[in-house]
């Protein structure tokens, strides 16, 4: 160990990692070089450890999360702020010092006993100027395994870097541990969860909690520190796939980001079939010669594995089956040592073991409501290689060029399913910061609620929600070309609750859009925005799908929903003015020529 952190000369790094070895107290420390010899030391561990467990496809595991423990905790993420600093009330904050007292004490010998796995990752790929250096602290081995699926190694960059001080850092434990299903280790204090981000110091403290989304340091911990210093540097960290749509003739591919909510369309989007992913979670995205260039910060996936089958999602369902190294978590196991989730091909298996431990069908948890075999937020890590369609570009250091924009939320009677902004500043504010996303009826008792959600970037905002704009607004200064803007809604119902689109139709939009960005193809202009002309669309239904696009079908989807517009106005308005202290002005200007323009129809 001494001879690892020896080549690492950078004395911020080593007092980090005194500092937080000799609060939490582990007895062991593994300092992990990226070799091959020490990546598959961290994967044994995970099995040694008991927080995966190997299924019957060669390389893949389990692993399990705690009841309650699977998907990222909100309430208990926070920001810790001096007491000059206010981001809002939509931004959950608390004391700096309070925090940081209250969660010390939480991690206090919270390793005893156990080893500690020091890791060192780059956001974005290595030796570029997106490269974000980090280091995680983990008594977690699936933690670490993540790790090496989801991001580039660091350790070799670490060596090289000597003093560099920016750096992320990450602390987190599990804390104390009882058994689920297989023997299987989980948080047993969930009660003691916490998510602390200390903006000033750049650690984010994790304790008590094992859900990636709350753990692996440079999904969503890091994004939020990364947030808050591209908007100092004048660049953007979004909640965005990156795709190549495929133009007409040879060789012809348009780079494109989308931000959707969770839940909403976005990894399925950027996996469609025809075209080729960069990521399909976090981007940033860089002025650079006149044009924006995008990166994905990550090199893996953690999608979700509910509903993926070889008829809609044949990418994702291949990586599934073939042997290689994938993570599964939360789902059902069965005698055989298979994964089962729900909506997968075939009958569903009458027992297994899952997170609930021992699993029948019917079972049901201790307030009576069914226990599915998996959970709704089960999830699957991989490297993108595992996927046909990876694009060559992922790790060029310069990124990608992009040429437009998506934005998409879940909503069942407004947006049209495809619509191009009239401009950038359009765009970002009757697009992006105008994002609402619908609330399932399991969630609150209500079906159709909308959250409000600018970018689909809220949960990770460590900025004021109207800086956020400004910076949005700005990033277009010096450009070229800015990108095209477009809004996309999968979920469109007709007056009976049917869907008036199905899943697949999005790969003709994403044609369209591509076809826009070239000036290829004519639109109307709409109160809203620009929409596609029926014989386009015929045409790309045709070419995608040998399909015939019925005009009665169109008119249904792009009709003119007025009352639905004009609403929606009405609540962002309300929202700006009421849950945002700092709304820039031009936000109020646009919607209200929005407003006017539905309204001089
Ligand atoms: C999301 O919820 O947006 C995810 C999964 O991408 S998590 O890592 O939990 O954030
Ligand atoms: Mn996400």
Redesign the pocket.
């Known amino acids: 160990m001494d001879q690892k952190l020896a080549r690492i000369k950078n004395s911020a790094f080593h007092e980090f990692l005194n500092k937080y070895v000799e609060l939490c107290n582990p007895a062991k420390v593994f300092v992990c070089t990226d070799s091959p010899e020490d990546i598959q030391y961290i994967r044994n561990s995970a099995i040694k450890n008991k927080e995966e467990a190997r299924l019957a496809v060669e390389g893949h595991t389990v692993h399990f999360d705690g009841f309650n423990d699977q998907?990222?905790d909100k309430k208990m993420t926070k920001y810790l702020l001096a007491k000059d600093v206010n981001l809002g009330p939509e931004i959950n904050a608390m004391d700096r010092e309070d925090g940081i007292l209250e969660i010390h004490d939480l991690l206090k010998n919270i390793m005893e006993g156990r080893e500690l796995y020091v890791k060192f990752f780059c956001l974005g790929p290595v030796d570029s100027i997106f490269s974000i250096y980090c280091v995680q602290l983990t008594d977690s081995a699936y933690v670490g395994h993540s790790g090496d699926l989801l991001y580039r190694p660091g350790y070799e960059e670490f060596c090289k870097l000597g003093s560099y001080e920016h750096f992320f850092k990450f602390v987190h434990s599990q804390g104390e541990l009882i058994e689920a299903g297989l023997g299987l280790q989980v948080s047993k204090n969930i009660e003691k969860r916490r998510v602390y981000i200390d903006l000033q110091d750049k650690i984010i403290y994790s304790a008590n909690t094992q859900?990636?989304?709350n753990t692996?340091g440079l999904?969503?911990l890091s994004m939020r520190l990364a947030i808050n210093r591209a908007s100092k540097e004048g660049w953007l960290t979004e909640?965005m796939f990156v795709m190549g749509v495929h133009g007409p003739g040879k060789g012809r591919v348009s780079y494109f980001t989308g931000a959707f909510p969770?839940m909403c369309g976005k990894t399925s989007t950027a996996m469609v079939e025809g075209e080729t992913i960069v990521g399909d979670?976090i981007a940033y995205l860089r002025k650079i010669d006149g044009k924006i260039r995008a990166v994905n910060v990550e090199k893996g996936m953690?999608g979700i594995i509910e509903g993926i089958n070889p008829a809609d999602d044949i990418l994702q369902w291949k990586a599934l089956q073939n042997p290689g190294e994938v993570i599964i978590s939360n789902v059902l196991v069965t005698e055989a040592g298979e994964a089962y989730w729900n909506g997968k091909d075939g009958a569903s298996p009458k027992k297994g073991v899952n997170y609930s431990g021992d699993w029948f069908q019917g079972k049901k948890d201790k307030d009576g409501n069914p226990i599915t075999p998996s959970h709704k937020n089960a999830?699957f890590t991989a490297a993108l290689k595992a996927l046909d369609n990876v694009d060559p570009k992922l790790d060029c250091p310069e990124g990608v060029e992009i040429k437009g924009i998506i934005y998409g939320g879940r909503d069942s009677d407004t947006w049209a399913p495809v619509e191009e902004a009239f401009d950038w500043v359009h765009g970002i504010i009757a697009k992006g910061a105008s994002l609402e996303s619908e609330t399932t009826a399991a969630i609150l008792g209500k079906e159709g609620v909308r959250v409000f959600n600018p970018m689909s970037n809220l949960d990770f905002l460590s900025i004021s929600i109207g800086r956020y704009i400004e910076d949005n607004l700005n990033f277009a200064a010096g450009l070229d070309t800015p990108p095209r803007i477009f809004s996309v809604n999968y979920f469109l119902k007709d007056k009976d609750g049917e869907f008036l689109n199905h899943k697949n139709d999005k790969r003709v939009w994403l044609k369209w859009m591509e076809l826009r960005v070239h000036g290829e193809v004519d639109a109307i202009k709409t109160p809203t925005g620009f929409i596609p002309e029926y014989q386009d669309l015929k045409k790309l239904f045709k070419e995608t799908f040998n399909k015939d696009y019925l005009e009665e079908d169109y008119d249904k989807q792009f009709a003119a929903r007025v009352p639905e517009n004009l609403a929606k106005i009405d609540r962002l308005i309300k929202i700006y003015k009421e849950r945002v202290l700092d709304t820039p002005q031009i936000v109020f200007k646009i919607l209200e020529e929005v407003r006017q323009n539905i309204l001089n129809v």
């Open positions: 998907a990222r859900y990636g989304g692996i999904k969503k909640h969770s979670d953690f999830r």
